[in-house]
């Protein structure tokens, strides 16, 4: 196989990334476009030079196919996951699998089933920041890692009709953060406890939902993790994470439009970080992109799975069980 | 009253720091050193012209005095504070009170009936930053504060014999940025839960103390606080203060010996935070002795009392209560 | 027009950075890559789909051209241009038009007789840090700009057969420097002061070079300026300007792969600045290819043109004749 | 000798300085304050316990005396340094010697007849940053030092009556970067040129001065230096230093008051550079005295002597010349 030749469900925001990526790369061409929204499809389609249709089944009759993007709504990733595995192709799929556990472990007996390699697109793995930090970490920069604190602000909340559909904050903003506490951590977390409040907007609140929320976890061997999230961050896209361990301490922050700084009456002023993940972002979408159709291509494995999807969403509701139930909760 | 006349308790290091700082004051003189060693107790009188003694009851009789610094070992606080209460003299204290609550009741009722001036010494709530960043939170430049993040660890452990009198790491360590939490939240909190291990040192987990612990507490209308402890940063002294609200965030970071970087083929490399809470706090020490200085003089209003003491005790014993349960605590 | 049909003369580093992006604009299209090497040439053309071939007269013949890439040797600058104008093409000319100003001048009364749009390529003034920098001189944020400082220090000096052609340090590095004295300053300097050394290495001595070197400028109504070059920075490409005025100072820094930061035992430690200017100013290119494409698409001007190249080079010449002298050269 | 026994010249500003750091070192006293406003004399006498006078004469017949500090206005130090000698007292002299370098000559003069300890306070090479700085360049940190870039901003100009018998801004201002070139260049500059203009007040430039300049300077064996001055940075005083060697980059920022940064809607805003020298340089005035009196006490040798103040007269002579001349001049 020379080229992936792919399939892109969803042609909204992150489809439209991720198919530009996927075009933009020397070894993959997209043959498909799939959206309910033909219009959409047509469009991103012709940018690409391939197909666009509204039925999956058409797309995936195509023999020519050798790989899937799922980037459509949330709720429709598991049908669209099993089709593409039953039509044997390689699957990048954007985080995250499902909402309901039940239906993600559906998937996952289906992805064993088919044994199609199957890529969870977590996107911040990708970034160089953080990639960089980690790779200090298991570099042993650090020694043993002893505290883990993961920042994450975005810029402003969703409207409230996306709050209702969300999943909620642990399950919509915070696995995020989740993913990367299991990436950065030696163990897997055993201990969840949140705290969380709707400070933000009384309508969050009124939909059930939080908008600041605080995690604390712990592993086996006692090894802390501290999440911080809030849906509001008038100052920008705050995304940081803060490794401590025997030998010192690492830090990745966060990054601006511009290094230009001005220093007058009123202060020495610099840029706010970038605004939201689109831009903070766009490197590591590219970066996920170019590991995926070099490891697909090259026969090497994928840096993560089905299983770091699950285990990202079993973080999460433990979380959600324990605001409900006001105690942590132990996996 | 034109000077202030102290009797100083301790000479040993925190005594001498508060010594020489009332000693450099244009409106106050030391007139008596006392400690249980009669060299120190000699060595840091003649140093600033005072008088030495091991006698506590020989300094307090003498009817010169107007006040009195206790800078002595921990357990005998509150004995000398009551006994300068009852000499009704202007008390600074270091902190804490005491290690025990029942003993701190002890002396709140002394002090409520003696109504001698008492000040408990939070040096962080003096620090030139703390302040400032203090100083805008109440200002408004935040709007509503909805998460406190407190960051403290220790460039090293102290020994393990003095681990194991300390009262453990949230009574002596963390009691610090429970007080932080308290000077910057806009409400008491009602809910603490903590989570700590024995990663640094296994000697202090033998003892019975963690060395590396994470609190997360809420208010009642839901403001979130998080601090993070260890008692060894190989990088030296890290003291942070991160405070989220509906207009942005303030952060005060660390200080520095010098400005000076420099950049060579292996990175840029900058100074290391100030070793520890000698250097870190050297401003504070002086400006909470100006402060009690001028107050008293002044019959200003003193900024911390005997409750403050208190409360971040409280707060410091739930930490320790939610540890040993692992479940948060209700206050 | 709807999209640009390009020649692309150089198919070496330059030619190979501005082909990709001329290639991956949705509305420019490569159909010529020239160079007298035609497998570097055909190498480049297979990847965009064009035609390869070593005769610019083949690839000029051919009437569907629009626009041409001036991207090869810079003693073949002038011959080309002069080719492209000839044939009616818009030109984007890599820096420098030449390293002799009596040939520019020959390419300029060429370029003012064919009246075909011409783009002179300093790259800096696309870089989003300086652009943004430059913008806000231009908005007032100074008030009136009294001192332009501006650093550029390469990693390693280029082989000694390259310096031996390059022009020398001013005409072939500091040029860029000069080019953004003339941007940033209110008016053309008058005065030109070089000062400079062989202390990287001693051949570049030898070679009648300088690697080490400062000039200061000064205009009509007095506002100064000073430039500090060296071949030589073991830290990495060091790219920084400062502006100063009645209203303060603006600084745009160095950037840097990652925004991670080590605090160790040793110091606290960030990345280097971004190797080279293949790293640092990919934005830059990416961001002058698409003013040129859209420039000419819509019939809007170009912002720099011919008597930008040529100034920069009357700049550069008399740092020569001030070095040369050892006296300030008035223009 | 166990303590210096001090003679204080001037109750000015500078003189209030010095005089309290004297008085606070626990090896000095000072035993008398001399100014021609008696008032302020006796204001700062009382303070320290020393007695005032009006008369030189009176103060240095006193035997008690051993060393004399001449913080008293410029056109009385070689008078007072003088009679100091004579008197055999060691001497902290505040910096400059004298505007003139004819009278500077007949101190020295004196001073070599004398060979009384003479200290003469140039208060910047006791900045911890810059010290840190130079003690790195001297370690040989960056191998061979290459260029120097210094940077001395005021945050506004004086009054115009005090510009007009300051000696102008090269002797009065520029020449504290002018000792920190000679301190930290390998080798004494034997070329120095000056760009200079009134930009910031006309007045100034009508009083014959210039209050923004730049000075380019270059040693013997071709190591560079460029000085920017500036009579006004509204963001406070600006004083940085930056040395580039084979090995890299040494750099030392400005200071600021607290770390605190907020981070809003409008930016992220961090503190100015401390206001002026009073608060830049404390620890610097603090440090130069200590040096002093440790050095004169234990017979050590100073740090700086008679003909360091004496050479960068000469060099800001030499700016003031080439500025006139318009031409760089030869040392």
Known sequence: MNSLELVLFGAGRIGQIHGANAAAHPRAKLRWVVDPNLEAATALAKKFGAKATTSPEEAL???????????????????????????????FCEKPIDNSLERVDLALAELSKSKVPFFIAFNRRFDPSFAALRGAVKNGDLGQVETVII?????????????????????????????????????EPVQVFAQGSALVDPAIGQAGDVDTAVVSMKTKSGVLCQISNSRRAVYGYDQRIEV????????????????????????????????????????????????????????????????????????????????????????
């Open 244 to 331: 401590h361990g025997a030998k010192g301490m690492l830090q990745a922050g966060n990054l601006t439009p511009t290094s230009v700084v001005h220093a007058g009456a009123a202060g020495v002023v610099s840029d706010k970080p970038l605004h939201f993940f689109l831009e903070r972002y766009q490197k590591a979408y590219q970066a996920e992109m170019e590991h995926f159709v070099t490891a697909i291509l090259d026969k090497k494995p994928l840096s993560t799975g089905a299983e770091d999807g699950r285990r990202a969403l079993v973080l999460a509701e433990a979380a959600m069980k324990s605001l409900e139930k006001n105690a942590p909760v132990t996996l």
């Open 151 to 187: 920042t994450s602000r975005d810029p402003s909340p969703p409207p409230i009709a996306y709050v209702k559909v969300s999943g909620g904050l642990f399950r919509d903003m915070m696995i995020h953060d989740l993913d990367m506490a299991r990436w950065l951590l030696p163990e």
């Open 61 to 91: 009759a195509d023999k020519g196919n050798t790989a899937a993007i799922i980037a459509s709504s949330t709720n429709t990733h598991v049908e669209l996951l099993t089709a593409s595995s039953k039509a044997g192709l390689a699957i």
